[in-house]
């Protein structure tokens, strides 16, 4: 009880303080919101170079809003013309040619060149340096520009993905984002304070259509309740990621119910004990009933996984493997048994988790529970800063098992599947396979949809079989909004497009 009073007691304080100097957001003339505030969970990477700065998923939210690629992404999950107003590839799939778009104009004022993209694409494949900024751009073997309106990307090898890459930034030529934010997109970087704030304003010079609201402010709130209470009072117009516990506090207001587009799981640190034995992770994998996780943890909202895909990605998606390990105790404690462990001598350890995400606190708290019921498992939940666990749990990989969600920066099957390949460089829980391994480049080389779409399942089911990690949901995403607040839509990525929110009435 204690506990419970101090809590509230810090999300009253913490909501006053946002209180305090904001207000409520004005008019302008015409009616649009001069500004909206929205509550965020963490704070953004200390850079926010968009080439580099990918390690948490909220700052891909808020750089959405203020960079563009050639291409980006629209809320079915296509990829449209932005910087580039087309693009032609050759029979080989290795040779891909834009055509940039008249008119667009960087943030300075100044209008987008060939010399720009070239730039910003060198960059970002580190052709220069031997070393990408941006992972999935490797494979380029040379940018050039053909014309003052023509770009050609030419690749080491073979990539029918390769357009989603494309939505990698564009920045001024020459430019370092540290010295200066300059982007193309429908806003425009204003200010930074850590732990406090990001904003943003329209840029009225948009080559598209111009976003409906003047400012957007994106305030850090890593207390959930003071979140929740945020919304109440009216300091904050809209937050995304709230769970059905949260959205259900707020029944007042807009509550809007989506996909995270994330594959929420217990990732297992593979390469040390206990869990470099495949019998541990199978047996924790027929111990947890994911559907009852999702009961518990999130009052049945989400969608149960089997391995590292979710339905956003279609073709990609293998429904059979949901329920390859279905709910059995008894083999659960018989391959724990082979493996050494016993009531008297159970297995331990320590699941880590950012304490501000509640919807992974809430899982974790319901896969003890669970763990608990083979008389021969104790997992101690360990709650980490966002920023700690970064760069001791996924970084240093210094961890036993973690319960976090792994989005797909790209529309690409192979932004969610290549991270667990034995030598990338993300692959933290270590898992390594020859099989795995072959049946991934046999996917990225293929330029048949169909033979793709078979390597790739082929990743998938490799992954569960081994029980590389124990797969549980994608988290059902609920954004709450000010009731006189409208317009902001689900995409099948982990962004957050703010051009079309306004407020109305």
């Known amino acids: 009880m204690k506990k419970r009073i101090l809590t509230l007691a810090l999300a009253v304080i913490m909501t006053a303080a946002l209180l305090t100097g904001g207000g409520q957001s004005a008019l302008a003339a015409d009616g649009s919101a001069e500004e909206i505030t929205v509550g965020i969970a963490s704070d953004l990477d200390s850079s926010l170079d968009p080439h580099v700065s990918s390690s948490l998923a909220g700052t891909r939210e808020v750089l959405f809003n203020i960079y563009e690629g050639l291409l980006k992404p629209d809320t079915q999950g296509n990829l449209i013309p932005a910087v580039a107003e087309e693009y032609t590839v050759n029979d080989t799939a290795d040779q891909y040619t834009f055509t940039l778009r008249e008119g667009v104009r960087f943030h300075d004022g100044r209008e987008v060149t060939v010399g720009d993209v070239v730039y910003s694409l060198t960059r970002a494949a580190g052709l220069e340096t031997g070393e990408p900024l941006v992972a999935t751009l490797a494979g380029v073997s040379s940018v050039e520009a053909t014309d003052d309106s023509t770009v050609v990307v030419s690749l080491s090898a073979p990539d029918a993905e390769f357009p989603a890459y494309m939505t990698a930034a564009i920045i001024p030529e020459g430019s370092d984002p540290a010295d200066g934010i300059v982007g193309t997109g429908p806003f425009e970087y204003v200010s930074r304070s850590p732990q406090e704030n990001v904003v943003i304003e329209r840029f009225d010079d948009y080559w598209g259509e111009k976003a409906k609201c003047a400012k957007v402010t994106f305030r850090i709130i890593e207390d959930g309740q003071a979140m929740v209470m945020a919304l109440h009072s ?121 304490e501000a995400y509640t919807p992974h606190m809430n899982t974790a708290q319901a896969v003890v529970e669970l763990l608990r019921q083979t008389g021969m498992v104790e997992a101690e939940i360990l709650p980490m800063e966002n920023a700690t666990w970064y760069s001791e749990a996924y970084q240093g990989r210094d961890f036993d098992a973690t319960i976090t969600g792994m989005d797909a920066s790209t529309l690409t099957a192979s932004a969610l599947l290549a991270r667990f390949v034995s030598d990338n460089a993300k692959n933290f829980i270590g898992f390594a396979s020859e099989d795995y391994d072959a049946a991934y480049a046999a996917a990225v080389s293929s330029t048949d949809a169909d033979e793709q779409t078979a390597q790739f399942k082929a990743c998938e089911r490799i992954l569960t079989e081994n029980a590389a990690n124990v797969y549980i949901q994608d988290l059902a995403d609920f954004v709450v909004t000010q009731t006189d607040i409208q317009g902001y839509q689900f995409y099948p990525l982990y962004v957050m497009d703010m051009a079309n929110v306004c407020r109305v009435g």
């Open 234 to 354: 009216g300091a904050i117009d809209l937050a995304a990621h709230l769970d059905a516990s949260q959205a259900a506090e707020l029944s007042e207001l807009n509550v809007l119910e989506g996909s995270m587009n994330l594959v929420q799981a217990l990732y297992l640190n593979n390469a040390r004990p206990p869990f470099d034995d495949a019998r541990v992770r199978q047996a924790l994998s027929y111990a947890i009933d994911k559907h009852m996780v999702i009961d518990l943890a999130c009052d049945g909202h989400g969608t149960a996984l089997g391995s590292s895909m979710y339905p956003a990605f279609g073709r990609f998606f293998d429904e059979e493997l949901t329920d390859y390990y279905a709910p059995d105790l008894a083999k659960a404690m018989e391959l724990l048994e082979e493996a050494g462990y016993s009531q008297s001598d159970p297995l331990t350890f320590t699941i880590a988790v950012v």
